[in-house]
T-cell receptor, first 113, second 111 residues
Framework: NAGVTQTPKFRILKIGQSMTLQCTQD?????MYWYRQDPGMGLKLIYY???????DKGEVPNGYNVSRSTTEDFPLRLELAAPSQTSVYFC????????????FGPGTRLTVT | DAKTTQPPSMDCAEGRAANLPCNHS???????VYWYRQIHSQGPQYIIH???NNETNEMASLIITEDRKSSTLILPHATLRDTAVYYC????????????FGKGTKLTVNP
């Protein structure tokens, strides 16, 4: 199993541009998550999904959108990128909710200038 | 939400046990305690979790006090590769297990 994969690894965006961060898992997990981590800080939840077709907001959803059309994929869309979105983005998945661990991808480092 | 309190940093000698404490005094009866770690800029890695009983796996042991208000993660024989930030997390009840990461404890294992 590849686990959780994320693309791209690095990206530089200009202010106002848009992009999609890709996340795929091959463990048949129902739950998927997007987090962001600013320098020296812990991770903050952006959006999560408990199954295909079901998504919900986390702690910091503004400026982002998600979709979950398949079990495997959970893309994160940035519209009108802003410098405040400069961060490292981590995708994670888990088999279930309470009592199940989350598996994290390697992250995407995004810089908005 | 149950909040957690951890020391910002700890040191440990290579080969010795590392004991990382965590306070979660507002934890509810059905809330789990999870431990994750993050090595440098990699994605967080799950270590262990527990509800009421002590737990052990190939990576670590988790000791939860009887009143569940605190816990200790034990790395029995720390190596240099265990240098990382360790997060103690108590997700809110509700099934989605939305992890809330604080600043964690930066563990430095010294040769």
């Amino acid at each position: 199993n590849a686990g959780v994969t994320q693309t791209p690894k690095f990206r530089i965006l200009k202010i106002g541009q848009s992009m999609t961060l890709q996340c795929t898992q091959d463990m048949n997990h129902n739950y998927m998550y997007w987090y962001r981590q600013d320098p020296g800080m812990g991770l903050k939840l952006i959006y999560y999904s408990v199954g295909a077709g079901i998504t919900d907001k986390g702690e910091v959803p503004n400026g982002y959108n998600v979709s979950r059309s398949t079990t495997e994929d959970f893309p994160l869309r940035l519209e009108l990128a802003a410098p405040s979105q400069t961060s490292v983005y981590f995708c994670a998945s888990s088999f279930g909710g309470a009592g199940h661990e989350q598996y994290f991808g390697p992250g995407t480092r995004l810089t908005v200038t | 939400d149950a909040k957690t309190t951890q020391p910002p940093s700890m040191d440990c000698a290579e080969g010795r046990a590392a004991n990382l404490p965590c306070n979660h005094s507002t934890i509810s009866g059905n809330e789990y305690v999870y431990w994750y770690r993050q090595i440098h800029s990699q994605g967080p890695q799950y270590i262990i979790h527990g509800l009421k009983n002590n737990e052990t796996n190939e990576m670590a042991s988790l000791i939860i006090t009887e009143d569940r208000k605190s816990s200790t993660l034990i790395l029995p024989h720390a190596t240099l590769r265990d240098t990382a930030v360790y997060y103690c997390i108590v997700p809110p009840q509700g099934g989605s297990e939305k992890l809330v990461f604080g600043k964690g404890t930066k563990l430095t294992v010294n040769p």
